[in-house]
């Protein structure tokens, strides 16, 4: 019986060796804190849909993150029809991600749900990687905020 | 009173009236990558568009058809990627050629049930998952707890799902992997002669697909799973 898939074992000796900074980030640790998660809000507005709006267009990133957008490996393709791939410090690999989100769940957001916690870890894998900075998308987040909450008060 | 009005009369559905931090976050993460030039909002909406019209349905059909149609079966086993053909997905010239990881679409496998033979999929690697005609994985297939336990004991984490087998039906875990992904193609329940196509594919459930549900007349929803930590994980 296959017990460790070898191409996992592999997996984690490369990304073992590369010694990821795995520490904690402090914006994402107030939103762990602080943030309400879909199975709270759904349940308090009596919502059905199990997942939040938002679940899809993480996939979306994370797929466009990936390079997919490229094709890069498309072995359905003729060679000649491939799209150019994408510098390596451009992109995220899939597995790299998945293997970087169970070692970042584990470590700091065991205790949040998931897609929240996919979350968490995409955007810490992003910011250890120096694809954004911290700071950079903590004020982001208020510009988009700010964005959101525009038409609050505002008569319909 | 207008007709917009009379459309209106019903009460209006429930949604969420506050905007959370998380949502916050994944609007942020994702406009900073497109502003870095990670990826484009164009190539985001559409793959946001096409993602949003995928679920198991189509694998259902596929399971209902196979039922009733000893040919279509053969071709459902030998080559996966013709038959989801005939159940509307397309795996190669369809969106995800220019889109997604590549293994989404080359090569989809259909695992035979047998009244001794019960499939179960994983992927011990990551999350590997059919999506085009499977839609999104659930929650538990991503946790390491199922990816690591249930190549060491099947029949207890089946039975963990409510699927207890006999000792004499063998199980069978297959790894999807970065070349394949798999679906299950389960025995057709008693109590089901001369159903239609339709009546069958209703009971073909997501769980069912993944194998760790076998199809039964009257269950046509997947049971809520609660989702456990791995306790020792590996290499942890």
Same mark, same amino acid.
């Given at each position: 019986?296959?017990?460790?898939?070898?191409?996992?074992?592999?997996?984690?000796?490369?990304?073992?060796?590369?010694?990821?900074?795995?520490?904690?980030?402090?914006?994402?640790?107030?939103?762990?804190?602080?943030?309400?998660?879909?199975?709270?809000?759904?349940?308090?507005?009596?919502?059905?849909?199990?997942?939040?709006?938002?679940?899809?267009?993480?996939?979306?990133?994370?797929?466009?993150?990936?390079?997919?957008?490229?094709?890069?490996?498309?072995?359905?393709?003729?060679?000649?029809?491939?799209?150019?791939?994408?510098?390596?410090?451009?992109?995220?690999?899939?597995?790299?991600?998945?293997?970087?989100?169970?070692?970042?769940?584990?470590?700091?957001?065991?205790?949040?749900?998931?897609?929240?916690?996919?979350?968490?870890?995409?955007?810490?894998?992003?910011?250890?990687?120096?694809?954004?900075?911290?700071?950079?998308?903590?004020?982001?987040?208020?510009?988009?905020?700010?964005?959101?909450?525009?038409?609050?008060?505002?008569?319909? | 009173?207008?007709?917009?009005?009379?459309?209106?009369?019903?009460?209006?559905?429930?949604?969420?009236?506050?905007?959370?931090?998380?949502?916050?976050?994944?609007?942020?993460?994702?406009?900073?990558?497109?502003?870095?030039?990670?990826?484009?909002?164009?190539?985001?909406?559409?793959?946001?568009?096409?993602?949003?019209?995928?679920?198991?349905?189509?694998?259902?059909?596929?399971?209902?058809?196979?039922?009733?149609?000893?040919?279509?079966?053969? $071709?459902?086993? /030998?080559? =996966?990627?013709?038959?989801?053909? @005939? %159940?509307? #997905?397309?795996? +190669?010239?369809?969106?995800?050629?220019?889109?997604?990881?590549?293994?989404?679409?080359?090569?989809?496998?259909?695992?035979?049930?047998?009244?001794?033979?019960?499939?179960?999929?994983?992927?011990?690697?990551?999350?590997?998952?059919?999506?085009?005609?499977?839609?999104?994985?659930?929650?538990?297939?991503?946790?390491?707890?199922?990816?690591?336990?249930?190549?060491?004991?099947?029949?207890? $984490?089946?039975? /963990?799902? =409510?699927?207890?087998?006999?000792? @004499? %039906?063998? #199980?069978?875990? +297959?790894?999807?992997?970065?070349?394949?992904?798999?679906?299950?193609?389960?025995?057709?329940?008693?109590?089901?002669?001369?159903?239609?196509?339709?009546?069958?594919?209703?009971?073909?459930?997501?769980?069912?697909?993944?194998?760790?549900?076998?199809?039964?007349?009257?269950?046509?929803?997947?049971?809520?799973?609660?989702?456990?930590?791995?306790?020792?994980?590996?290499?942890?």
């Amino acid at each position: 019986m296959t017990d460790i898939n070898p191409d996992f074992i592999e997996l984690d000796k490369q990304m073992s060796d590369r010694e990821l900074d795995s520490s904690p980030i402090e914006l994402l640790e107030k939103i762990k804190q602080e943030g309400r998660v879909w199975d709270e809000l759904s349940e308090e507005y009596g919502v059905d849909n199990p997942d939040p709006p938002w679940r899809i267009s993480l996939e979306a990133t994370c797929d466009g993150l990936a390079g997919g957008y490229w094709a890069p490996f498309n072995i359905c393709l003729p060679e000649e029809e491939r799209q150019p791939v994408m510098a390596d410090d451009n992109k995220i690999d899939s597995n790299e991600r998945r293997w970087e989100e169970d070692k970042l769940v584990d470590q700091h957001y065991a205790d949040v749900p998931f897609p929240e916690r996919q979350l968490l870890a995409l955007a810490h894998t992003m910011i250890r990687r120096g694809m954004i900075s911290e700071d950079e998308l903590a004020k982001h987040m208020k510009a988009v905020d700010e964005r959101l909450h525009m038409a609050d008060g505002l008569d319909d | 009173m207008s007709s917009n009005d009379k459309e209106h009369l019903h009460p209006p559905a429930p949604v969420v009236d506050e905007v959370s931090d998380f949502e916050v976050l994944e609007i942020a993460v994702r406009e900073l990558a497109i502003e870095k030039g990670l990826f484009t909002q164009e190539d985001h909406n559409q793959w946001t568009d096409y993602m949003h019209t995928l679920g198991p349905a189509p694998a259902a059909r596929l399971v209902a058809k196979a039922w009733l149609d000893p040919e279509y079966k053969k $071709v459902c086993v /030998e080559d =996966g990627v013709k038959a989801s053909l @005939d %159940v509307g #997905i397309d795996w +190669v010239n369809t969106m995800p050629t220019k889109f997604g990881t590549p293994s989404d679409y080359c090569n989809l496998r259909v695992m035979e049930d047998t009244p001794t033979l019960k499939h179960v999929v994983v992927c011990t690697l990551c999350s590997c998952y059919p999506r085009p005609i499977l839609g999104q994985s659930p929650e538990w297939y991503r946790t390491p707890n199922y990816r690591r336990r249930i190549v060491r004991w099947p029949r207890q $984490v089946l039975a /963990e799902f =409510g699927l207890q087998l006999p000792e @004499d %039906v063998e #199980i069978r875990v +297959v790894d999807s992997n970065q070349k394949s992904r798999m679906i299950v193609l389960p025995v057709r329940p008693e109590g089901t002669e001369g159903w239609t196509e339709d009546q069958l594919a209703e009971i073909v459930t997501r769980d069912c697909l993944i194998g760790v549900a076998v199809p039964k007349p009257g269950v046509t929803a997947n049971g809520k799973r609660p989702v456990r930590p791995a306790v020792n994980p590996y290499k942890h």
